[in-house]
């Protein structure tokens, strides 16, 4: 009889060919997926090369997605992608995306199925956190642990301490998992969690659709944590039925599992969240606020940009328009949620309401391209991060937000909920 | 080993987007990323520092994304070490995979000061102000890190443990 565990120690353990590991235990793990972006993987690449290997490990299972400054936004980032291209070329990669293929990584993994329950993913990309809505243990790592696993299949690790996170009760209208990820964010801080596991739970989460759940998991790394988690459920299930290219498992936690601490939430009464600049934890209920014009609304990025999201601001924005001198800008994650959105409808209300509609991108999201900010101009974004300079010039302002909320605020011209239109 | 230079200060919460900002990212390039290392959280900081210098931060540092042009920003800009309060974790891991000395000491972070000069022992992790004496003590390196260092960080370490099996 093992000891209890919880779920981020059983897939850990089970990577490594143990059936219990210890919370502080180092260990050398079993990678399923290692996956680089046209920003990190050109590094990750260098390093391979350096290193006199010849053959990735696995030509299945290391993914290079070029997303973040594709399309091409100028030379050198046409270089790095090139990088990528002949890299994925020579080691005849089965999941390399550029061009028409191409999603937001963490929006395109978990779609195509190159993801699921019980994997361990690593990716170089903070956000890879994301596929712990799959109840996965998944955690963004630097350009030479990628290499390092790419040569390898292997990634060293800390087994972390796990924090639970218990939401009861039943969202209000207009409040989605972003606002409850904003809300933890905002009580723990951007280091609550730190070198931690959240782990999700409670009747709230349950209630959440995997677009949701995929948000929450999303932004853990803003808390500071190694992974976030949920327990899969039969939404989950239902999710991965006809997706997953390889056998699955589900792990859960044991009801006896220990934890560092535990935070328990009633979010019947929560309001749409923001997040003011210039972090992720200056975060406030959206009616004390206050007045806060907008020159920018970016509705889109791996946290936000899923075809949930898009139904939820074309409802807002149906039979309006943005404010006169308010750009908005609506960027369909991945390929399938744009024909999705153009099938449904939803492109042709953004189109009505003055929207620009960009190809899948990180773009703006990092300041990349495609709605970079000028000094003194104020965006609110369904996006992640709202640091000094994130989406543009450091006098910039980037304020966090839901869907409906950066939907209602490109109406209003300033920050505003959809029950706030006329 | 024996480092000595002065102190830059820095606050809480210092994030990767402050240290090496995005819209340099369409390079990989140590000596173009260092050009604008601390950007967006000191502009002026590449033209006050002296190589041999040391970022002193507070909690968090390098929290945010993952690239490992921070770290590498950092350390081609010639800056020695980073003591902070505590790091980001996934900065933890790039700075040692790179070979960035890096220590954790709450009580030197917290009473550094800008424009001190000290030395720092990275075998036994004092750090001391030179014109006081003081010394302050970080955090013991992890002995499995201890060998990634020993190594020359975790490519060297891999290569290395790629010929021991060869043998």
Same mark, same amino acid.
């Given at each position: 009889m093992s000891k209890a565990q919880t779920i981020t120690q059983k897939i850990l353990a089970a990577h490594c060919g143990k059936d219990y590991v210890e919370p502080g235990e180092l260990i050398l793990a079993r990678v399923d997926i290692a996956l680089g972006n046209d920003i990190t993987a050109p590094l990750a690449i260098k390093e391979f090369r350096e290193s006199g290997a010849k053959q990735v490990f696995d030509k299945e299972r290391v993914v290079l997605v070029a997303d973040h400054f594709a399309p091409n936004k100028d030379i050198p980032s046409a270089i790095q992608c090139q990088l990528l291209r002949e890299f994925a070329r020579e080691q005849d990669l089965t999941h390399f995306y550029e =061009? =028409?293929?191409? /999603?937001v990584e963490h929006a395109l993994l978990p779609e195509k199925g190159i993801v699921g329950p019980g994997d361990l993913i690593i990716g170089a990309d903070s956000h890879t956190c994301t596929y712990g809505a799959l109840g996965a243990f998944a955690t963004g790592v630097g350009s030479t642990d990628l290499a390092a696993a790419m040569i390898s299949g292997e990634c060293w690790f800390k087994v972390p301490e796990s924090i639970r996170f218990v939401y009861n009760g039943q969202c209000p209208p207009w409040v989605t998992g972003k606002d409850l990820i904003l809300h933890t964010i905002g009580d723990i801080g951007v280091d609550g969690a730190r070198y931690m596991a959240m782990e999700f739970t409670g009747e709230a989460i349950g209630r959440l659709d995997m677009a949701d759940r995929f948000s929450m998991a999303n932004m853990a790394v803003e808390a500071g944590a190694k992974n976030g988690i949920m327990a899969p459920d039969e939404k989950t299930l239902a999710y991965v039925k006809n997706r997953a290219l390889r056998p699955y498992q589900v792990y859960t936690s044991d009801p006896d599992a220990a934890y560092a601490f535990e935070k328990v939430y009633d979010v019947s009464r929560l309001e749409p969240q923001v997040a003011l600049p210039p972090?992720?934890?200056n975060v406030m209920p959206l009616s004390h606020v206050g007045e806060v014009r907008i020159d920018q609304a970016v509705i889109g990025s791996c946290t936000n940009g899923r075809l949930e999201d898009l139904r939820l601001a074309a409802r807002v924005l149906k039979g309006r328009k943005a404010a006169k001198g308010v750009r908005l800008i609506v960027i369909p994650a991945t390929p399938l949620i744009y024909t999705q959105a153009l099938e449904e409808g939803l492109i042709k209300i953004f189109m009505d309401a003055g929207a620009v509609v960009s190809p899948?991108?990180? /773009?703006?999201?990092? =300041? /990349?391209?495609m709605g970079i900010l000028a000094p003194g101009e104020v965006a609110v974004a369904t996006t992640n991060r709202n640091f000094v300079g994130r989406m543009g010039h450091p006098q910039s302002f980037v304020y966090l937000a839901n869907p409906a909320v950066a939907a209602a605020s490109a109406v209003a011209g300033r920050i505003a909920g959809p029950e706030q239109l006329a | 080993m024996e480092l000595k230079g002065r102190v830059h200060k820095f606050g809480d919460d210092i994030n990767t987007d402050e240290i090496i900002?995005?819209?340099?990212?369409?390079?990989?390039?140590p000596m173009e990323l260092a050009k604008h290392a601390m950007e967006d959280a000191d502009p002026e900081f590449r033209q006050r520092m002296q190589p041999g210098d040391f970022i002193v931060a507070g909690k968090n540092f390098g929290c945010g994304s993952s690239r490992e042009h921070a770290p590498i920003a950092i350390k081609a800009a010639g800056v020695a070490a980073v003591i902070a309060d505590s790091f980001a974790r996934i900065f933890y891991r790039n700075a040692f995979n790179m070979g960035l000395p890096i220590l954790e000491s709450p009580e030197a972070a917290a009473d550094l000061k800008d424009g001190d000069e000290i030395s720092v022992n990275l075998d036994t992790g004092a750090i001391t102000v030179m014109a006081t004496g003081r010394t302050f003590h970080s955090q013991p390196i992890p002995p499995f890190m201890q060998e990634l260092l020993a190594d020359g960080g975790l490519m060297a370490h891999l290569k290395k443990k790629l010929e021991t099996h060869r043998t």
């Amino acid at each position: 009889m093992s000891k209890a565990q919880t779920i981020t120690q059983k897939i850990l353990a089970a990577h490594c060919g143990k059936d219990y590991v210890e919370p502080g235990e180092l260990i050398l793990a079993r990678v399923d997926i290692a996956l680089g972006n046209d920003i990190t993987a050109p590094l990750a690449i260098k390093e391979f090369r350096e290193s006199g290997a010849k053959q990735v490990f696995d030509k299945e299972r290391v993914v290079l997605v070029a997303d973040h400054f594709a399309p091409n936004k100028d030379i050198p980032s046409a270089i790095q992608c090139q990088l990528l291209r002949e890299f994925a070329r020579e080691q005849d990669l089965t999941h390399f995306y550029e =061009g =028409g293929d191409m /999603g937001v990584e963490h929006a395109l993994l978990p779609e195509k199925g190159i993801v699921g329950p019980g994997d361990l993913i690593i990716g170089a990309d903070s956000h890879t956190c994301t596929y712990g809505a799959l109840g996965a243990f998944a955690t963004g790592v630097g350009s030479t642990d990628l290499a390092a696993a790419m040569i390898s299949g292997e990634c060293w690790f800390k087994v972390p301490e796990s924090i639970r996170f218990v939401y009861n009760g039943q969202c209000p209208p207009w409040v989605t998992g972003k606002d409850l990820i904003l809300h933890t964010i905002g009580d723990i801080g951007v280091d609550g969690a730190r070198y931690m596991a959240m782990e999700f739970t409670g009747e709230a989460i349950g209630r959440l659709d995997m677009a949701d759940r995929f948000s929450m998991a999303n932004m853990a790394v803003e808390a500071g944590a190694k992974n976030g988690i949920m327990a899969p459920d039969e939404k989950t299930l239902a999710y991965v039925k006809n997706r997953a290219l390889r056998p699955y498992q589900v792990y859960t936690s044991d009801p006896d599992a220990a934890y560092a601490f535990e935070k328990v939430y009633d979010v019947s009464r929560l309001e749409p969240q923001v997040a003011l600049p210039p972090s992720p934890e200056n975060v406030m209920p959206l009616s004390h606020v206050g007045e806060v014009r907008i020159d920018q609304a970016v509705i889109g990025s791996c946290t936000n940009g899923r075809l949930e999201d898009l139904r939820l601001a074309a409802r807002v924005l149906k039979g309006r328009k943005a404010a006169k001198g308010v750009r908005l800008i609506v960027i369909p994650a991945t390929p399938l949620i744009y024909t999705q959105a153009l099938e449904e409808g939803l492109i042709k209300i953004f189109m009505d309401a003055g929207a620009v509609v960009s190809p899948p991108t990180c /773009g703006p999201c990092l =300041g /990349g391209h495609m709605g970079i900010l000028a000094p003194g101009e104020v965006a609110v974004a369904t996006t992640n991060r709202n640091f000094v300079g994130r989406m543009g010039h450091p006098q910039s302002f980037v304020y966090l937000a839901n869907p409906a909320v950066a939907a209602a605020s490109a109406v209003a011209g300033r920050i505003a909920g959809p029950e706030q239109l006329a | 080993m024996e480092l000595k230079g002065r102190v830059h200060k820095f606050g809480d919460d210092i994030n990767t987007d402050e240290i090496i900002p995005a819209r340099y990212l369409n390079t990989s390039d140590p000596m173009e990323l260092a050009k604008h290392a601390m950007e967006d959280a000191d502009p002026e900081f590449r033209q006050r520092m002296q190589p041999g210098d040391f970022i002193v931060a507070g909690k968090n540092f390098g929290c945010g994304s993952s690239r490992e042009h921070a770290p590498i920003a950092i350390k081609a800009a010639g800056v020695a070490a980073v003591i902070a309060d505590s790091f980001a974790r996934i900065f933890y891991r790039n700075a040692f995979n790179m070979g960035l000395p890096i220590l954790e000491s709450p009580e030197a972070a917290a009473d550094l000061k800008d424009g001190d000069e000290i030395s720092v022992n990275l075998d036994t992790g004092a750090i001391t102000v030179m014109a006081t004496g003081r010394t302050f003590h970080s955090q013991p390196i992890p002995p499995f890190m201890q060998e990634l260092l020993a190594d020359g960080g975790l490519m060297a370490h891999l290569k290395k443990k790629l010929e021991t099996h060869r043998t």
